[in-house]
């Protein structure tokens, strides 16, 4: 038996499908990644209907009823629970954070072969109900596991990609806000590459507005925006989910709001850039590896790949970082 919820508003709060279909988003594993991504695609009206799916029946069912007993409080919608892959049958957007879980000081890499084995026993289950959505990955590695899993599945590279570093794109953007006095909303900066300790800044193509990082000169301490300070803001954001891990055992709240985003940006076909984690092929020279870009991400999935202005150290990195990834996907027989 699911925990549900009936509806209380109009169903025209919600992006429908061609057939005027209300939406449906699925997420796999409610665990607190999957758990709060669930809190946050209802309170942002994400969908008309979230389902949670995990093998734990009475931990799933009670994060759907706790979620459900405060729809009073948001947008119209539905949420239930199950440990049966039918209640994702027809979803629109399949999320899958389902994975090892990374303990204190355990870089993303070493939860590679443990995590695409639980995606070797899922995902045959999860194609057969839902074979036309959108499938997201969020369990680490990510970039890893999205390429093993394309490979699994033979899903095409528009349909199924990672969340990669949405989540580290924001910490960057966070924290050259604080340096500089600006709202993260006028920040216009990535890191793409790995999601994990190989990632890159890409500062080269880094603005404010419309002015170049490089030339922003003054920070709000009177320091100057050099190459020092770069260099320990992104140390920091690697840094980020291992200092969050440490002290509370999981990142949630931060990957539930950048993961909505994203779900959002396919429902609504959005047409939005994000720094998601796909299939490339001669981007930068890197091929047949998954790993972020910035990417036009709709409702078909990911479209274009665009490749910013990039430094020589940057293409260097990047390259590195591939090479990095694709070791370990060919080490897992992928």
């Known amino acids: 038996m699911t925990a549900q919820t009936p509806t209380n508003s109009p169903e025209s709060l919600y992006p429908t499908q061609g057939d005027n279909r209300p939406t449906k ?17 209802v309170i942002r009206g994400v969908a008309r209907e979230v389902v949670l799916q995990d093998i734990n029946k009475e931990k799933v069912e009670a994060e759907a009823m706790d979620i459900a007993h405060g729809i009073q409080f ?33 870089s993303r890499l070493e939860l590679a072969g443990a995590t695409v084995s639980i995606m070797e026993k899922i995902l045959p289950g999860l194609t057969s109900v ?4 959108i499938y997201i990955m969020v369990a680490n590695p990510v970039d890893v596991v999205t390429y093993a899993s394309l490979k699994m599945t033979g899903l095409p590279a528009n349909q199924m990609f990672g969340s990669g570093t949405v989540l580290d794109s924001s910490r960057l953007r966070y924290l050259v806000s604080l340096h500089t006095g600006t709202a993260v909303q006028n920040i216009h900066a990535y890191i793409a590459g790995e999601h994990g300790d190989s990632e890159v800044p890409l500062w080269a193509s880094a603005e404010i507005g419309n002015v170049p990082l490089s030339r922003w000169g003054k920070t709000v301490s009177g320091g100057e925006f050099d190459a020092d300070l770069r260099a320990k803001i992104g140390h920091e954001v690697m840094e980020s989910a291992y200092h969050i891990i440490e002290g509370k055992g999981s990142t949630n709240y931060a990957v539930g709001l950048a993961v909505s985003r994203i779900i959002a940006a396919v429902l609504n076909d959005e047409q939005r850039v994000l720094t998601v984690s796909t299939l490339l092929n001669e981007w930068a020279g890197i091929t047949d590896v998954c790993m972020s870009t910035p990417t036009i991400v709709g409702r078909n999935g990911v479209g274009r790949r665009l490749l910013p202005y990039l430094s020589m150290d940057e293409r260097d990195a990047l390259t590195s970082s591939a090479i990095r990834l694709r070791d370990v996907a060919r080490s897992l027989g992928y």
């Open 74 to 106: 948001t947008p119209a919608a539905s949420v239930a629970g199950s440990d049966d892959v039918e209640i994702c049958r027809d979803a629109d957007v399949v999320v899958i954070t389902a994975g090892a879980r990374q303990k204190p000081g355990q």
């Open 25 to 41: 988003v699925a997420i796999i594993g409610a665990g607190a990644v999957g758990s709060t991504l669930a809190y946050a695609c």
């Open 130 to 133: 839902a074979p036309n959505a």
